[in-house]
């Protein structure tokens, strides 16, 4: 089920998973991307994960599980969308 919510995104249960786009080289230096790698970290982990564009990388912090929407362009690239 997906949830629409107005508020802080950091907030949410625990329990609740996220997601957001990132590029394949994982920097995430611009953007909300620079709020996840300061609160889940894991950089590594997801450049070990070798994914390609059109894939997700998935990170777990205890009971949340974030997915990472590996998109084309590089990380100072703007999205199409």
């Given at each position: 089920q997906i949830r629409?919510?107005?508020g802080d995104?950091?907030?949410c249960p625990g329990t609740d998973a996220l997601a957001h786009c990132i590029s394949e080289d994982c920097?995430?230096?611009a953007g909300i991307?620079?709020?996840f790698k300061k609160k889940f970290g894991g950089v590594?982990?997801?450049l070990d994960q070798k994914k390609k564009t059109g894939e997700?990388?998935?990170l777990q912090r205890d009971e949340r599980y974030i997915y990472y929407l590996v998109r084309a362009g590089g990380?100072?690239?703007t999205p199409p969308w």
């Open positions: 629409c919510v107005k995104l950091f907030s920097r995430m230096g991307a620079v709020l590594q982990e997801l997700v990388a998935v990380a100072t690239e």
